[in-house]
């Protein structure tokens, strides 16, 4: 559920409170129900109200407070990924590639070995035994 539909809901409550607030009134002007008992009942709906404010109030700051902490992860994540950028079009490609030939190396993926696929290659190779 989210805060518009929340809010739209606590208006509906509150508006049937006002409802009933009015309808307290009407009864204690026709001497109805006495002035102790809509004292209470405007007591407590004054705590509901303060009560309904504040839950709208936080639950406003905690929205506000995770979109500002998405936003500000995302830039950073912004900043670094133009820092890795710049720093990969500054080497020398042809230099690295005659390192690694000189040096013999070569690279070799096997994904049964690194941590990430562990579990993923193992479960293709399981099915593919089943299959077979």
């Known amino acids: 559920m989210n ?4 809010a739209k809901k606590s208006n509906q409550e509150l508006d049937k409170m006002m409802e009933n607030d009015e309808e307290l009134k009407t ?9 102790t008992e809509s004292q209470g009942k405007s007591s407590e709906l004054n705590k509901l109200l303060v009560i309904t404010e504040k839950e709208l109030q936080q639950k406003e700051s905690e929205t506000n407070s995770l979109k500002n902490m998405v936003k500000e992860k995302e830039y950073h994540f912004d900043e670094l990924s133009r820092m890795i950028d710049a720093s990969l079009k500054q080497l020398d490609w042809t230099n690295i590639r005659r390192a690694f030939a000189a040096n013999e190396i070569r ?3 096997s994904p049964s070995s690194t941590p990430w ?15 077979t």
């Open 3 to 6: 805060i518009s539909s929340q």
């Open 27 to 35: 009864l204690k002007e026709k001497k109805l129900l006495s002035s």
């Open 117 to 131: 696929w562990g579990g993923f290659w193992e479960m293709l190779s399981e099915i593919l035994k089943e299959k």
């Open 107 to 109: 690279w070799k993926l």
